[in-house]
């Protein structure tokens, strides 16, 4: 199974920006749609931005549009989420996930491997 190691993540001020990036230890990564979720405690796991096997087709959450970018680069086996103008409601675990097919997955069930988590944290 695949591992995903995500990294990145940190305290940004509120406006400010971060990168965050999922690398994978297979280049089988190539082959699917991959996908990015956060988390904060007690509250329920929320689907941020996915995109598909090839890189050219991506749907953002409402919360993110306009905001974060997903992207991809599949010679490094890597996933990236650009967040920009950022918020304190930005603020939490984020995880990067594989799906089980190539295309846009926006549900948690459709995915079959997840990263540990990176940190966020924005301050007002």
């Known amino acids: 199974q695949v591992q995903l190691v995500e990294s990145g993540g940190g305290l940004v001020q509120a406006g400010g920006s971060l990168r965050l990036s999922c690398a994978a230890s297979?280049?089988?990564?190539?082959?699917?749609?991959m996908a990015w979720f956060r988390q904060v405690p007690g509250k329920v796991r929320e689907f941020v931005a996915a995109i598909d096997w090839t890189g050219d087709s991506v749907y953002d959450a409402d919360s993110v549009k306009g905001r974060f970018t997903i992207s991809r680069d599949n010679a490094k086996n890597t996933m990236y989420l650009q967040m920009n103008r950022m918020t304190p409601e930005d603020a939490a675990v984020y995880y990067c996930?594989?799906?089980?097919?190539?295309?846009?997955?926006?549900?948690?069930?459709?995915?079959?491997?997840w990263g540990q988590g990176t940190q966020v944290t924005v301050s007002s």
């Open positions: 996930a594989k799906a089980r097919v190539g295309t846009i997955r926006t549900a948690g069930s459709d995915f079959g491997s």
């Open positions: 297979e280049r089988t990564f190539r082959l699917y749609g």
